[in-house]
Nanobody
Framework: QVQLVESGGGLVQAGGSLRLSCAASGSIFSIDVMGWYRQAPGKQRELVARITSGGSTIIADSVKGRFTISRDNAKNTVSLQMNSPKPEDTAVYYC?????????WGQGTQVTVSS
């Protein structure tokens, strides 16, 4: 079993910056992919960014050039640096981890971008 604890959400002004972090703990033998998803009210959950253990990344077009994902394999952490956020980035952000074929989700952290 893997537990995910997210931190760093909150209120930020458009054009500012915010950093989300997620720490994985528990029965961790190997973590393949770590990432962030988000869900805005009335919308489906969508991928924001993901990163493999080797460092390969996928970034959603809507945040490309503004958000950066990184991970620390030794600490089992993944971070999302959000630069120049826009009001449309307002959502609950969820940490997501794939470990040995099992998908794990964090509890979610609210990010609100004010205009």
């Amino acid at each position: 079993q893997v537990q995910l604890v997210e931190s760093g959400g909150g209120l930020v002004q458009a054009g500012g910056s915010l950093r989300l972090s997620c720490a994985a703990s528990g029965s961790i033998f190997s973590i393949d992919v770590m990432g962030w998803y988000r869900q805005a009210p009335g919308k489906q959950r969508e991928l924001v960014a993901r990163i493999t253990s080797g460092g390969s990344t996928i970034i959603a077009d809507s945040v490309k050039g503004r958000f950066t994902i990184s991970r620390d394999n030794a600490k089992n952490t993944v971070s999302l640096q959000m630069n120049s956020p826009k009001p449309e980035d307002t959502a609950v952000y969820y940490c997501n981890v794939w470990s040995r074929g099992i998908n794990y989700w964090g509890q979610g952290t609210q990010v609100t971008v004010s205009s």
